[in-house]
Structure formats: C-alpha cells, structure tokens
C-alpha cells in the first residue's frame, strides 16, 4: 500500500512540477514576446543576441528552448547562456522562484509522511529475511 501511495505522490508532485515550468515558459516568451515588439531590432530580452534565430525557429522549438529556460531557472542550473535581461524578466523570474519556495516546500511536506511508513516496510522485510536465513541456518544444522 505504501508504494501505491508514494507513486500516487510521486505522479502528482510530477504533474504539478510539469505544468508549473509549462505555463511559466508561455510566460517568459510571452514577455519576451512584449519585449521584442517595443524594440526595432528585436531588442535584448531573455534571449538574448540569438533573437533573430529565435524568432525564425517553428513553435515547438521556440517552446522547447522556453521550457529550457523555466526548467533551468526551477532547478537553479543558471549557467549563464539564458538569464533575465530586462525588468519584466526580472519580475517574471522572481515571481517564478518565489512559486518554487512553495511548490517545493508542498512536495517535501507531501513526502514526509511516506518516509516513516516506507522505513516500516522495510524494516519489517528485513526482519522476515533474517528470520529465514537464520531457520535456514537451523535446518542446515540439523543435517
């Protein structure tokens, strides 16, 4: 039952991680979007001096390097090649690790009770093997 309920956990931590880092990249293009219009040349914006490739990519890759960026930002990977450049950004970015606190601080408090409930499992799994090796033991000693 316990693994049952982890996994359950488990799906639906994942899930809300997936949809998190989702609308946050919809997000930060879309700011990226607002910020490259009110500029003549696409302007800097998260990303960056690559915006005319970025803005000749097809949808998908634009999402992808989107979803790169709020992944990246979530999982506190920063390296440098994609970072907040204007206010907005800064904003949009702040807001997204200040959702992080909580959506991590929800996820830990959400796995904290399976901990001591898997360690009883286990525990209990141990004891049954010891307790065979040591009636194997017996038998053995027998012959």
């Known amino acids: ?6 996994a359950l956990i488990l799906l639906r931590s994942g899930l809300v991680l997936l949809f998190s880092c989702h609308w946050f990249a919809c997000a930060f293009y879309l700011v ?3 910020e490259a219009a009110g500029q003549s040349q696409g302007g800097s914006s998260w990303v960056g001096n690559a915006w005319f490739r970025f803005d000749d990519l097809n949808t998908m890759s634009r999402y992808v390097l989107s979803m ?4 990246g930002s979530f999982a506190g990977l920063g390296d440098g090649d994609l970072h907040a450049v204007t206010p907005a950004e ?3 970015v702040i ?3 200040s959702y992080n606190l909580f959506a991590v601080s929800y996820i830990t408090g959400k796995l904290t009770p399976c901990y001591p ?5 286990a525990d209990r799994q141990g004891r049954v093997v010891q307790e065979a090796k040591e009636g ?3 038998a053995f000693a027998l012959w």
């Open 136 to 138: 194997s033991k017996q």
């Open 68 to 71: 790169y960026f709020a992944v």
């Open 32 to 34: 990226a979007r607002v």
């Open 90 to 92: 800064a904003v949009a």
């Open 117 to 121: 409930a898997g360690v009883r499992q």
């Open 1 to 6: 039952m316990v693994l049952g309920q982890l």
């Open 95 to 97: 807001l997204f690790l």
